[in-house]
């Protein structure tokens, strides 16, 4: 029962995603104000849903559910930091895409390096915390649903950006 709801849950989730993506993919990349627009209600609509797509597959107890969501929200908060930078490159790629430097492209992929390391990092520090609430099963199972809803909104936003023009 469980992995029918982690994958009907994750195909809700692709469908929500490329519907919004199918509509965001006919705009100019170069309009910013339509980017900016694009990634909110994305980051916004992966984040309610997310929430709910945890809650319907890891069976938490009232007591760890009550510690667990508020360690879920404070994690939720700091990987929101490391998405914030990393769209600000993704921001900052679409303004320049048309006339991007070498210079420009070299050190875009080095602040996205660095904050895909950040997004790790946050993983890393919240696995023993989550231990600290949840059996060790239950955490893994939520870093693995974190993880691969993630992944969805990597290939989402991947699909959306046009590659470096030559």
């Known amino acids: 029962m469980l992995k029918k709801l982690v994958v009907l849950n994750t195909l809700l989730a692709i ?90 492209a070299s050190s875009m992929v080095k602040r996205w390096a660095d904050a895909q390391v950040k997004h790790l990092q946050v993983r890393v520090k919240y696995i023993p915390l989550f231990e600290k609430v949840i059996p060790g099963k239950k955490a893994a199972l939520f870093f693995q649903i974190d993880r691969r809803l993630q992944a969805l909104l990597d290939i989402q936003v991947a699909s959306e950006i046009p590659l470096v023009l030559q």
């Open 15 to 104: 469908v929500m995603i490329l519907s919004i993506g199918s509509v965001s993919a006919q705009r100019e990349t170069s309009t910013g104000v339509a980017i900016d627009r694009d990634i909110a209600l994305l980051r916004r609509d992966l984040r309610t849903e997310k929430k709910k797509i945890i809650a319907m597959n890891i069976p938490l107890t009232e007591t760890e559910a009550t510690k667990f969501w508020v360690i879920y929200d404070q994690y939720t908060e700091e990987m929101a930091k490391t998405n914030d930078e990393f769209f600000g490159i993704i921001k900052d790629y679409a303004a320049n895409q048309k006339t991007l430097t070498d210079e420009q």
